[in-house]
């Protein structure tokens, strides 16, 4: 019997994460969901794919904690002993205007880089080893139209944003040929934890403007990334180094 391949998500209680865990468990994979704070929704998400038909651990790691992210290499290890994709989705923000300079302090920066830069280079530090052993295994880091564009949450967020895009690169050269490295720019994607950072009225107005200016009029759901997340993951034997924009065409907007 064929063993089971391997997906960590890593925030994947919600969102992209959930959505992605799904789609892995959905075509057999075994997925391991991480969560940082609050176990109830990750757990959800975890009988999801149970439904679906894909074995699960879920775990709780703080990405920004190197500490967290051996000890859930060590989980895995422990109990299926292999790797075959990781995806860096958990990532964190502040919500600040661009213009709004004295918003962010440097605790902001450091937090936010903390989880999004840090916390996924860790991640894929810890997990290297396993991958190695089964390649071509791949890395998906969840980066965003923000990096490229100068637009978001923050400025910190978009800065954090274009680090993730330039690690992509680099620990591509560093993990080739065993390990392939790309990753994702979404556009606005429609999550809740979009919605409860702006607010409704925010929220709905954006979603407007954004649908206004994409060549392709619409905003991206969680399932558009995860589909991303699969073939960058598991399909694109002979693809490193590169960064998706999944965007719905905003950055060449309307004709």
């Known amino acids: ?23 892995y468990a959905g075509k057999g994979w075994r997925v391991v ?91 894929t530090r810890a997990l290297s080893p396993l991958m190695k052993r089964h390649p071509v295994a791949g890395v998906v880091n969840i980066s965003s139209v923000a990096s490229m564009m100068g637009i978001g949450s923050s400025i910190a967020y978009m800065a954090s944003k274009g680090a993730v895009n330039a690690m992509t690169v680099g620990l591509a050269r560093a ?23 702006l607010g409704p009225e925010r929220y709905a107005a954006s979603v407007q403007s954004y649908k206004s200016r994409a060549a392709l009029a619409e905003v991206i759901s969680p399932e558009d990334v995860a589909t991303a997340a699969w073939f960058l993951g598991a ?3 002979k693809t490193t180094g590169e ?5 719905a065409g905003l950055r060449i907007t309307k004709a």
């Not at 019997?1 to 789609?23: D, F, P």
């Not at 290499?73 to 661009?98: I, K, P, S």
């Not at 920066?109 to 999004?116: P, Q, T």
Request: proline share 3%; charged share 25%.
């Open 175 to 197: 993990l080739g040929p065993e390990v392939r490295v790309n990753a994702i720019a979404p556009g606005l994607v429609e999550t809740p934890w979009l919605q409860n950072g």
């Open 243 to 247: 960064v998706l924009l999944l965007d």
């Open 33 to 123: 969901i991480n969560y940082s704070r609050e176990e109830a929704p990750a757990q959800a998400v975890a009988e999801a794919c149970r439904a679906a038909g894909g074995e699960v651990m879920v775990v709780k790691c703080d990405v920004s904690k190197d500490e967290d992210c051996r000890r859930l290499a060590g989980e895995v290890e422990q109990r299926w002993g292999r790797v075959d994709v990781l995806v860096n989705n958990a990532g964190t923000t502040r919500f600040v205007g661009l213009k709004d300079l004295e918003g962010l302090s440097a605790e902001d920066f450091h937090r936010i880089y903390d989880v999004n830069v840090i916390g996924a280079y860790q991640m």
């Open 235 to 237: 399909e694109a034997a």
């Open 1 to 23: 019997m064929k063993e089971s391949k391997v997906c960590v998500v890593t925030g994947s209680s919600s969102g992209i994460g959930a959505a992605t865990a799904l789609l």
